[in-house]
């Protein structure tokens, strides 16, 4: 059995053989900020939170410079909206390996309102967040991160679920569950890329070894899509000390040559006009951040 992918690795070789010879400095931390579960999850109000971009189908999308992946900002959308009316504009997932199709494989709205009904949990808050993730981790700290708990508790979040998408989703998701856990939140992070969350240090982690862009199970699989999220439940209830990982037992339906291909010049994580449109956004970024404002 292959072991999970190193994205650090994999992710400063790849760029080095595209040209950049400055390697990503990931954020990295010795303590790690932990929240004990107080109450029974029948009785807790649980959040979402995520960095797949998620949209509501037929709103109109205006580009804000300000808020936008790799620049960062966050965003609200209404709990109640059923999956059928959400999607991912995001093109930072390994699309040789999967789609975005299935919202609930990497936004589980659908799973957590039948942990409602079931009587898993006592409820959700009325609005799901979204954070653009950003390559400046001081904008993700001082800006970001405390938005998102500002929300939480006017929407009176006792506990938050938190999923990322591409690699540096991974560090800006993980960045806002260390706020949300420093403040009085427990959180549990639902992953692909366990190096990148376990380097920045977090309480709480379910891995699954799947492509980015399904870390709440295969699209279209609901039964494994409802284990993942339990055993996120479990680890909210078991877990006592922070840097707790546990690893899901699920492999990829079709294989784990994916593994070897990801980010490799063989299979570019980026090309043609998904290059294009991230460059130019990169090109943003350095001028928002010569300006101060990132």
Sequence with gaps: MASHVRYIDKTRDYYLSQGYDKPYQWAHYEEVPFTPLTKPLSQCRVTLVST??????????????????????????????PASQLYSPS????????????????????????????????????????????????????????????????????VA??????????????LVARHLEANGIPTVVLAAARDIVEHVGLARVVHTDFPLGNPCGEPHNPE??????????????????????????FRWSQGEAWKDLVFTPEQPWKTGEVEQDWLRKKELYKKLKAEGKV
């Design 91 to 158: 093109r930072s997932f390994d699309q040789a390996a999967t789609t975005l199709e299935d919202v609930d494989a990497f936004f589980p709205t659908t799973r957590l309102h039948e942990a409602v009904a079931a009587g898993r949990i006592g409820g959700l808050t009325a609005r799901f967040h979204g954070v653009f993730n950003a390559y400046s981790q001081r904008r993700t700290r001082e800006r970001d991160a405390p938005a998102v708990l500002e929300r939480c508790r006017e929407d009176g979040a006792d």
């Design 52 to 81: 797949s971009e998620i949209s509501i189908k037929g709103g109109e999308h205006v580009e804000n410079e300000t808020q936008m992946g790799i620049v960062g900002g966050t965003y609200t959308i209404p709990s109640d909206l």
């Design 224 to 249: 494994q899509q409802r284990a993942i999220l339990e055993m996120g439940f479990k680890l909210l209830e078991n877990a006592f000390v922070p840097r707790t990982t546990i690893q899901t037992p």
């Design 161 to 174: 679920v938190l999923v990322p998408v591409c690699p540096v989703c991974h560090q800006t998701i993980s």
